[in-house]
């Protein structure tokens, strides 16, 4: 089940950061416009485009076993912020 959810994560991270990338031609912040008219929540959007950008891209070759993961924790590891030490122990 994990590794399921993991895998629609990773899949919503880069149908997002798909659709970021195109709405961004436009200028004017239209990407969060259409997060809000499909009901979607920026912060989360955002996340999964984190996670999607710098976990699972980074680390193709690791894709499943990071899938596999609870998403908390992938989340957490993704961040910009997170100890260099930590993601290498995960």
């Known amino acids: 089940m994990r590794e399921i959810v993991g895998r ?3 899949d919503l991270g880069r ?6 990338d195109k709405l961004a031609q436009h200028g004017y ?15 989360n959007a ?7 950008e710098k976990l699972i891209l980074p680390n193709w070759h690791n894709r499943e076993l990071l899938e ?5 924790l992938t ?6 912020s997170a100890d260099q030490e930590l993601k290498q122990k995960v």
């Not at 596999?68 to 908390?72: A, G, R, W």
């Open 8 to 10: 629609a994560y990773t």
């Open 68 to 72: 596999d993961l609870p998403v908390s």
């Open 75 to 80: 989340y957490e590891i993704s961040k910009p």
């Open 29 to 43: 912040g239209c990407f969060g416009e259409w997060l809000e008219s499909i009901g979607f929540k920026q912060r």
């Open 46 to 52: 955002y996340r999964l485009i984190e996670r999607y």
């Open 15 to 20: 149908e997002l950061k798909e659709a970021q």
